[in-house]
């Protein structure tokens, strides 16, 4: 495992794609020589027509376009299942559509999928807006976003071995209920608090929706966007039988593998 060499560093926003791109170079040396930002006609184009609306493009958005909004070399593309389109010439032909549904008003569309699985940011002025589905929120921030989808291109790229486990919502309410004793706030609270004995370190995009872990051995993802979906990757069979051992005695038969 070679994920101590591989940097994931916060920082200011107006440094988020440098630090993206020094994340992802760890792991492909060619990805910052494939990306291509949005030409800046196209950029204008999509500010005139929002600001014509009464909105602004948000500045951690300009900045992704700037930088690869032409083709960010598959990092957005690898949300769903390599079908995912976030190139700005998709997003110019289709963003306006939904500005005719009521659930999408004031929103900007930035990727989208045959499925429908299109992804959205709320155009409340936010430098740095969350990010949402149409199963609610996907991620607090966009930034968090990128550097979560950077995060599973490590637990693809970077070991030997993976394994998965997820509920359905309604076993996911089982679960919630089953340790309301522990009077968490939040669902991810309640995840973190029940993964404290691991001594994870928690990334520092995680959020309310994704709790990206870090352990000698192992990353963890747990993602909260539907149900309860958690991913463990190591180089070692060993590590990830005890870990399953242990979700599974913290969840029973509530998890499927």
Not at 149 to 177: G, H, N, P, V, W
Not at 219 to 230: E, Y
């Amino acid at each position: 495992m070679i994920l101590h060499q591989i940097p994931f560093d916060p920082g200011p926003l107006d440094t988020m794609t440098a630090r993206l791109c020094r994340t992802m170079d760890a792991m492909d040396r060619q990805w910052s020589a494939r990306i291509k930002p949005a030409p800046a006609d196209k950029i204008e184009a999509l500010s005139s027509d929002l600001t014509r609306r009464g909105w602004t493009i948000p500045a951690a958005y300009r900045y992704f376009l700037k930088a690869m909004g032409q083709d960010d070399g598959g990092l957005l593309e690898q949300e769903w299942d390599g079908g995912t389109e976030a190139s700005i010439d998709r997003i110019l032909e289709e963003y306006p559509d939904y500005f005719d549904e009521p659930r999408w008003q004031g929103h900007l569309l930035f990727s989208t999928h045959w499925t429908e699985s299109n992804l959205f940011l709320p155009l409340t002025g936010a430098e740095n807006p969350p990010v949402d589905h149409y199963a609610g929120r996907f991620a607090d921030s966009f930034e968090n976003y990128l550097f979560q989808m950077a995060f599973r291109r490590a637990e693809d790229t970077q070991f030997l071995y993976q394994t998965c486990c997820s509920t359905s919502k309604e076993d996911f309410q089982d679960i919630l209920s089953r340790y309301s004793a522990l009077s968490y706030r939040s669902p991810m609270d309640l995840m973190e608090q029940l993964l404290a004995p691991w001594g994870l370190q928690r990334a520092w995009f995680s959020d309310s929706v994704r709790l990206c872990g870090v352990a000698p051995e192992y990353l963890i993802s747990v993602d909260l966007s539907w149900a309860l979906n958690i991913k463990l990757s190591s180089d070692s069979h060993a590590v990830l039988r005890q870990k399953r051992a242990d979700l599974t005695r913290l969840f029973g038969d509530l998890i499927h593998w």
